[in-house]
């Protein structure tokens, strides 16, 4: 009652709702009213989001062409047992497969180093925090472009730092002159970029870590890194799970860095899964092979979310 | 007990802020060489050593990235379809967030669970169909169509976030208010909307982050120069003028200004919404 009369001083006569208030609102709370609230957004998301997906499902098993009045015959599987024959696509999700296995472990270890340096009260704690935010905010296509410029063979200031400041290189790398080169320079943007964002994350699970486990470890004589180890850790399971699971759909998902970087280049060889089907429907017109494609990787993005979840869930159990 | 003497102590916070000190060189560093190659001519973005501070320094990579190539245009492009997709959002996302805090009809969860699908999948996986979809509704190579698509494509996260602020909202506040006989779209209004300035500034923030940003959907549906929106103007730019970095960068920092500026002002709010895992996958 007393928060009712700070907020809503207007009100002079206080009591208990009679029967007939309770009742009338029950009424509308339970009819209409929450279709029509729900009913733009829904909509929206109906056109932009749901039908699209079963569209992708149906176009999938066609020879599509997107033009209109096009004659598109249905072909069954055909999409699909090209796309599991196709060494391009192949190429693409080994390719894809060594950029998750480079950025989600590097991304977590890293933002948890930071994220532990900037749990703990230190000057000039925000500001730090500002920078390391920098890159997660700023558009991929600026950081793209930006480090396509840092890899740069001949004068990029990454093979000069390696040349001429370091002495571990003897002549310009031509990074994104090749496969594995070119898929490194992706991943280091990739982690570069989101080590902020994991730390921001590991940072919010940290303050859920109760202060008096840390506090009886150190009396029973534990050190800061086995505190980490024993304490802190544990209790990051949960978001530690979290974010693996996100970085890897992230990790599947590389597009624009690709695209503005390496193109796929040189030859193909730096393809991942969707600049491939993106180049497919929209530069060869391919819709259905396109489509097929789509659908295969977010069937293989859900079963290795479902896969990861499960196998940390029975290791939970497990101890 | 381990013994933490002062000294130690000084030592270890020493060690923490050389750490973070070399972690934040490697995080800002290219952003500042990409501010120092902006200022350069361009005959000097391609030099040998790396010069850091440019020398001659020179703003003429500002006033040709801004007068030339209809850059001016592409920039009031971005700033309507961010301000358009960022007032949508947060008025849909918070409409439609009320409805499934604070009302209880059949299939409410259903519902709730199949919008949330929204965030598993991932944007370019859809986007075959989604340009399908917006050619027969007529929204392709519009930024009206930008703005529809970029409001639909933001309902699930925003709808998410708002719902658990509404639902974590007092029920007294809104009993209070039906017994003096304000119905749903007043105390939407007056109660719900005022007290939840915080998550509707996130929501808002990371619509317009996201749609001043976005590349690949504005890449595949605009194919109209007059209504390119910035980030492909900027791509673009790179790809027509493949060594004039200075220009380049010039153009990407014009770009970003809007967002740093978001950034520092609603830094809370950010930190909020990333928290909620904004801005990823």
């Known amino acids: 009652m007393a928060v009712q009369t700070v907020v809503a001083p207007r009100r002079d006569s206080a009591g208990e709702p009679t029967p007939e208030v309770t009742k009338r609102r029950r009424r509308w709370r339970s009819g209409w009213a929450g279709y029509v609230f729900l009913a733009p957004g829904f909509a929206l998301f109906v056109v932009v989001l749901l039908i699209p997906i079963a569209r992708a499902v149906q176009v999938s098993f066609y020879q599509w062409l997107p033009f209109p009045g096009a004659d598109n015959t249905f072909v069954g599987l055909d999409n699909y047992t090209r796309a599991v024959a196709d060494p391009q696509f192949r190429l693409g999700l080994v390719n894809a497969i060594v950029y998750m296995l480079v950025t989600v472990p590097g991304q977590i270890l890293l933002g948890l180093g930071v994220a532990l340096l900037l749990h703990q009260r230190l000057p000039g704690r925000s500001l730090f925090r500002v920078l390391f935010y920098l890159p997660v905010i700023t558009s991929w296509v600026v950081v793209s472009l930006l480090f396509r410029y840092l890899f740069a063979t001949d004068s990029g200031l990454v093979n000069w730092v390696l040349v001429d400041v370091l002495h571990v290189a003897g002549h310009p790398v031509g990074w994104l002159d090749s496969r594995w080169t070119g898929i490194g320079a992706l991943s280091i943007l990739g982690i570069w970029k989101g080590v902020g964002w994991t730390a921001v994350i590991l940072l919010a699970g940290m303050t859920g870590v109760p202060r008096e486990l840390h506090e009886s470890a150190a009396v029973d004589g534990a050190g800061y890194f086995r505190r980490t180890w024993h304490v802190t850790l544990p209790a990051l399971r949960r978001t530690l799970l979290f974010l693996s699971v996100m970085l890897v759909i992230g990790g599947f998902n590389v597009f624009i860095s690709v695209l503005l970087m390496t193109a796929g280049g040189p030859a193909g060889e730096t393809e991942m899964p969707l600049t491939y089907l993106y180049k497919q429907a929209f530069n060869f017109l391919e819709f259905g092979y396109g489509s097929a494609i789509a659908v295969i990787m977010t069937v293989l993005i859900l079963i290795l979310s479902i896969g990861q979840t499960l196998i940390a869930n029975r290791a939970e159990r497990g101890e | ?281």
């Open chain 2, 1 to 281: 007990m381990t013994l933490d003497t002062p000294r130690l102590r000084r030592t270890r916070t020493i060690a923490r802020i050389g750490a973070l000190t070399a972690g934040a060189v490697l995080m800002i560093g290219p952003f500042l060489y990409m501010v120092s190659t902006s200022f350069k001519p361009n005959m000097l973005a391609l030099e040998w050593p790396p010069r850091f501070i440019p020398r001659p320094a020179t703003v003429a990579n500002y006033v040709q990235a801004w007068s030339a190539n209809h850059f001016a245009q592409y920039f009031a492009n971005s700033v309507l379809v961010a301000c358009g997709t960022t007032v949508a959002t947060t008025l849909f996302a918070a409409l439609a967030a009320y409805g499934f805090a604070r009302f209880a009809f059949p299939g409410r969860t259903l519902l709730f669970w199949t919008m949330m699908l929204g965030l598993m999948v991932p944007g370019v996986v859809i986007l075959i169909p989604q340009f399908l979809v917006a050619r027969s509704l007529h929204l392709t190579n519009s930024l009206s169509g930008l703005v529809f698509f970029y409001v639909g494509g933001g309902m699930a996260f925003n709808t998410f976030l708002l719902r658990g602020f509404f639902e974590r909202m007092p029920r007294e506040l809104d009993e209070a208010m039906d017994i003096d006989g304000a119905g749903p779209v007043r105390r939407f209004i007056t109660l719900y909307l005022p007290l939840s300035r915080p998550a509707l500034a996130t929501s808002a923030i990371f619509a317009f982050l996201g749609s001043w940003d976005e590349y690949s959907w504005a890449f595949t549906s605009i194919n109209d120069p007059d209504r390119y929106t910035l980030p492909i103007a900027i791509a673009q730019y790179q790809g027509q003028h493949a060594t004039s970095w200075g220009l380049v960068f010039a153009a990407s920092l014009i770009g970003m200004l809007p967002v740093v500026l978001v950034f520092l002002l609603g830094q809370r709010h950010v930190v909020s919404g990333l928290q909620t895992g904004a801005l990823k996958a």
